[in-house]
């Protein structure tokens, strides 16, 4: 990678700092239970992006390991100072981040290209008629853009 920056982040206090190397894969708006449980909010905002494009400038987030229903592991990673969430870890992926769109300086550079777990959506609140919304989940392989696929396929190899 270059070392271009398309944007910057971090968490509440300023102990962790980073930055993204590139936009992301994919962006998750996930309306589950999990989801508002843990922010203490109506949805969460995640961008996939994979892990080596994100540059820690200062701070080591912690882990902060989940229970999950589905058995696959999930790790919230947490300034250690003020316990900001700023990505997780679905699935024990080394390669891929899910990094919390609302922890970047700027989080209107990132706009979610999905909705999912509508299902269990805070009733009042309206979705965009442009943005693909799923009861549960999608097919991957049908949504994202072919570039995007193939970055994914080269984090998962
Ligand atoms: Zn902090
Ligand atoms: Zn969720």
Redesign the pocket.
């Known amino acids: 990678m270059s070392d271009t920056t398309f944007a910057l982040g971090g968490c509440a206090c300023g102990a962790v700092r980073y930055s993204l190397q590139s936009p992301p894969m994919f962006t998750?708006c996930?309306?589950?239970?999990?989801?508002?449980r843990?922010t203490g909010s109506a949805?969460?905002l995640?961008a996939l992006i994979e892990t080596d494009r994100i540059s820690l400038r200062h701070g080591e987030p912690a882990a902060f390991r989940m229970p999950t229903s589905s058995g696959h592991p999930h790790d919230i990673y947490r300034c250690v100072d003020c316990g900001t969430a700023v990505w997780s870890d679905y699935g024990g992926r080394a390669g891929l981040r899910f990094v919390r769109v609302g922890t970047l300086d700027e989080p209107d550079t990132v706009a979610p290209d999905v909705h999912?777990?509508t299902r269990s959506k805070l009733p009042w609140i309206g979705l965009p008629t442009e943005t693909p919304a799923f009861e549960v989940y999608y097919d991957t392989q049908k949504l994202w853009p072919a570039a995007a696929l193939e970055r994914l396929h080269k984090v998962s190899a």
């Open positions: 998750h996930c309306h589950c239970r999990d989801c508002q843990q949805f969460v995640n999912i777990f």
